[in-house]
């Protein structure tokens, strides 16, 4: 694989280095750098969206015809490692990198033209209906019923772990339209108004005390007909498409090792108690290092997907292999950053956002004051999107042929 960049490639960059030097508000900076969990609160999230809608570098997973930059794989690459080393936020992925493209690839003539602006323009906020009580990692077992009535459908169920449904206007959610099929074959994907009296959102707030995850409940909610995607019954094959725009053209290689940069930075602030700062002490290097190996070695992975899918060759399972190692790789850095900040990095203040004028006063180090909650709520990232049992099982069945 030819790892030099073309010329266009390489003018590309430049074009999105200066981009994000000119346009990235340092407040916005400090408000991504100040959040522990995945996503950027709404505030300043909302405010990049519009500065990336307004340049057209929006809906990187999109098609051109339907909004999308149309960049190619490496483009795409290039402007996440720019954004990474930036310091620019990451946005929720709920309705652009999720619902979207699903809009784009089964979605009518009308859905495309209603909802797709909509997201673009941060005027819909999004959030997912998949996981339920008890039908998480076998989510062909989901029991959130949809019952037909003329045009529209009456859903009632639950869903669970469901990410900033407090702000969220639509959920798209996987509900089981016929009982009587095989469990894959009964459901559909419905596009569900959170604004209804049938709809209640009872919030779950993690150890690390943050506020982003909830439980969704559907008392005999109503959508309408015409907002179910594909047809009733091909909900598994939109949802196995999600997952795979979830899990694969994702490139977590740049925002870890830009983690593990700064933590590098932080070692050469904090003091060990023995020889001066963290940075002279000889066991945090070299687990820094290991780190930062693992983390390169990732990167190449990655690559190498990019080069399958440039090459016209989808994904596949391979994206099971770097959602398995990235997720473990997120879990050790925040490790290796407890124990860089002690006892300062057991401080975990209730107050949120972590960042603008009301935020707490940290305990000694700045950079010691998000490193608890991070460390609690990247427990999750084995959990989310499928969980490494799952991944493991994918890479046995699918890559290795066991």
């Not at 310091?87 to 033209?113: D, E, H, N, Y």
């Not at 099971?320 to 473990?328: D, F």
């Amino acid at each position: 694989m030819d790892m030099t960049l073309s010329p266009a490639d390489a003018t590309f960059q430049m074009e999105v280095r200066e981009f994000l030097a000119s346009n990235l508000p340092a407040h916005i900076r400090d408000g991504a750098a100040r959040t522990p969990g995945v996503f950027v609160e709404p505030d300043i999230g909302i405010e990049w969206q519009r500065i990336l809608h307004e340049k057209g570098w929006l809906a990187v997973h999109w098609p051109a015809e339907n909004g999308g930059t149309g960049w190619t794989p490496t483009q795409r690459y290039l402007f996440d490692k720019e954004c990474a080393l930036a310091g620019a936020p990451s946005l929720s992925v709920l309705g652009l990198k999720l619902v979207g493209p699903v809009i784009c690839r089964f979605g009518t003539p009308a859905q495309k033209a209603h909802f797709l602006p909509r997201i673009l323009s941060g005027e819909d906020s999004w959030c997912q209906g998949y996981s339920e009580p008890g039908s998480g990692s076998d989510l062909a077992s989901l029991k959130t019923r949809a019952v037909r009535d003329g045009e529209t459908y009456q859903v009632n169920g639950s869903k669970i772990w469901t990410t900033h449904a407090q702000y969220a206007n639509w959920i798209f959610a996987l509900v089981r339209t016929d009982v009587e099929a095989r469990p894959q074959s009964g459901i559909s994907f419905l596009l569900v108004p959170m604004d209804q009296p049938g709809i209640s959102v009872t919030p779950i707030i993690t150890l690390a005390g943050d506020h982003e995850v909830n439980a969704v409940f559907f008392d005999d909610a109503v959508t309408a007909v015409e907002n179910r995607i594909g047809n009733e019954g091909q909900g598994w094959t939109i949802a196995k498409f999600l997952l795979e725009n979830e899990r694969g053209g994702s490139c977590y290689a740049p925002r870890l090792l830009v983690a593990l940069d700064r933590l590098t930075r932080q070692a050469a602030e904090v003091g060990s108690g023995v020889n001066g700062e963290m940075a002279h002490d000889r066991d945090f290097l070299l687990r820094l290092a290991r780190l930062r190996l693992e983390a390169q070695a990732l990167e190449v992975t990655e690559l190498r997907i990019l080069a399958d899918i440039t090459n016209g060759r989808p994904p596949g399972s391979q994206t099971s292999v770097t959602k398995l190692i990235a997720s473990g790789l997120i879990q050790k850095i925040d490790t290796l950053g407890m124990d860089l900040h002690g006892y300062d990095g057991l401080q975990l203040p209730a107050e949120r956002p972590l960042y603008g004028n009301g935020a707490p006063e940290p305990v000694g180090h700045r950079d010691a004051q998000i490193t608890a909650a991070s460390y609690l709520n990247s427990r999750a990232w084995t959990i989310f999107g499928g969980t490494d049992e799952v991944q493991k099982n994918i890479i046995a069945k699918t890559v290795l042929g066991l």
